[in-house]
């Protein structure tokens, strides 16, 4: 039984019939509540909604895996994990899990999708320019900068598009004069959209952005993104909060604006990252969607996001601080199993949200329980282009790199820097690849990690089923699922193939939870 009809037969006995759901669900806190926690539980009272139980330790460990790195843990992972019994032992995997690199592969691609990163039309970045813009990305991840340092960069980038990788910010904008630079930044670093607002605000903002230039230089496909230098005169200019200022004569533009942007009282852009990063955690924002921030779309939880915002700004812009705060409240760690079925529960995060897996996550996940590699091609020809056979999807830079799996499991084209472009929606297609691919089938038959395990199971049924549990969802098999397969006939090996396979088309493996 998977955790979704688990928890359709949960709600069916209601929430005070039914106990914990095992292995899903605990019956106490192991942690204490946060500030988060206290705003968020206050909230959900003000509107009569009980929270889910906390999750499990099985659940919260893959939880942070796929949220964190973007892979599921290895069999050696899930086992120390349950061998800790230290009370604090969740923060500590969380600390563990923010140094990967797998941590910033992950992030970097979440901020790829953002920032256009792609070579082909209708961003034409380039392959060489994307290959530094994604290095950089990386490396500003990494590295965990200040991201209020690390957009200044990006507004204030002057150079060559092949060798200062921050000025593709710019060229990654389809529209790029002053209108439509300035609607790609209010989108990516205020999180609202430009054509909602007044047409003298939309003008006010594009000034800042009116003397920027793109020069063709003699190495093909290569710009420099400057100021042009013919302009001399000073610049009145009005930002969103309806200051104005005089820009000096010779003076750029565009510093005034990021100082504007990245100062800690600014209205917009801490409010924009606190509620993007939530998102990233929770598959929607405080504020739905997480770039239509406006008055009349207000957050579903205002009290939590001014927390968020306030927390943020004294971290100084520390992402990786505030993923801790996120990660390790009671909110973030609730069951996805719902005790509420009232409209807006799931708006107000009653419960952890289920979806399904990023298509990048899914493939990596395969390829791993499978033991196999994959290929990725683009329909640029370069050599920016070839991608190793045991390169994570997860680890593609380039959005125009890509495969016939992760554009049907909705991996973004990044043609917009939209989140909304992200399409985790289930389909007929996927389903029929999971259930009836040869592909599939193939990978499974000649999958090392399989044989591996029918060698050391050595013909005893339940140490290959506790084996297959833990490499594909991550957890133990509860008795009653043992006792299922026990009764299943068939030889050992073709027997582990067929639970392999129905194990990987469950709800608990294809979605998070």
């Not at 991840?141 to 200044?152: G, K, L, M, W």
């Not at 509620?275 to 957050?299: K, Y």
């Not at 133990?476 to 073709?494: C, I, K, M």
Request: include cysteine; hydrophobic fraction near 40%.
């Amino acid at each position: 039984m998977g955790i979704l009809d688990s928890a359709r037969r949960t709600m069916a006995l209601g929430a005070s019939a039914a106990g914990p759901l095992a292995p899903y669900e605990l019956a106490a806190w192991p942690i204490a509540a946060t500030p988060l926690d206290v705003l968020h539980e206050k909230a959900l009272a003000a509107r009569r909604l009980t929270p889910a139980r906390p999750c499990s330790d099985e659940v919260y460990l893959r939880r942070v895996f796929i949220d964190l790195l973007g892979t599921l843990p290895k069999p050696d992972e899930v086992n120390a994990f349950a061998q800790d019994k230290r009370s604090d032992r969740r923060a500590r995997l969380v600390d563990a899990l923010l140094t990967r690199p797998e941590f910033a592969d992950y992030w970097a691609m979440r901020w790829g999708d953002t920032l256009r990163i792609k070579a082909e039309f209708p961003i034409n970045l380039w392959p060489n320019a994307v290959q530094a813009y994604h290095r950089w990305v990386r490396d500003q991840v990494e590295s965990n900068r200040p991201f209020d340092q690390v957009v200044t960069e990006l507004l204030t980038a002057n150079g060559s598009n092949f060798r200062v990788a921050p000025a593709n910010f710019y060229r990654a904008i389809q529209t790029r004069d002053a209108n439509g630079i300035a609607e790609a930044v209010a989108l990516t670093w205020m999180g609202t959209r430009l054509d909602k607002w007044p047409a003298a605000k939309r003008t006010d903002l594009a000034r800042f952005f009116s003397r920027l230039i793109f020069k063709k230089t003699e190495e093909w496909k290569e710009e420099i993104v400057c100021l042009d230098p013919t302009i001399v005169e000073p610049l009145d200019v009005t930002y969103p909060d309806g200051k104005s200022e005089r820009i000096a004569a010779g003076a750029d533009p565009r510093r005034a604006f990021a100082a504007w942007l990245t100062a800690p009282t600014n209205p917009y852009f801490a409010r924009s990252l606190a509620n993007r990063m939530w998102a990233w955690l929770f598959g929607r924002g405080i504020v739905h969607e997480t770039d239509d921030i406006r008055p009349d779309n207000p957050p579903a939880l205002p009290e939590v996001l001014s927390y968020l915002e306030a927390e943020l700004v004294k971290a100084r812009f520390d992402l990786r601080a505030l993923i801790k705060i996120i990660v390790g409240s009671r909110c973030y760690q609730q069951s996805a199993i719902a005790q509420s079925t009232a409209p807006g529960a799931e708006a107000l995060f009653a419960a952890y949200p289920v979806r399904r897996l990023d298509a990048e996550v899914l493939c990596d996940a395969l390829l791993a329980i499978t033991g196999q590699t994959d290929s990725y091609s683009s329909q640029v020809p370069e050599p920016f282009t070839w991608m190793p056979e045991n390169q994570r999807a997860v680890a593609l830079g380039d959005g125009s790199i890509t495969s016939s799996f992760l554009e049907m499991f909705g991996r973004p084209p990044r043609d917009t820097g939209l989140d909304s472009e992200r399409n985790n929606q289930p389909t007929d297609s996927q389903r029929l690849y999971m259930l009836n691919s040869g592909d599939l089938q193939r990978r499974l038959e000649s999958s090392p990690q399989l044989r591996s395990l029918g060698l050391t199971s050595r013909g005893n049924r339940a140490t290959m089923v506790r084996g297959l549990y833990v490499l594909i969802l991550s957890r133990q098999p509860t008795d009653a699922e043992l006792a299922a397969a026990g009764r299943y006939a068939g030889a050992p090996f073709q027997a582990g193939l067929d639970m392999a396979w129905a194990l990987l088309n469950t709800k608990e493996f294809l979605y998070r939870h």
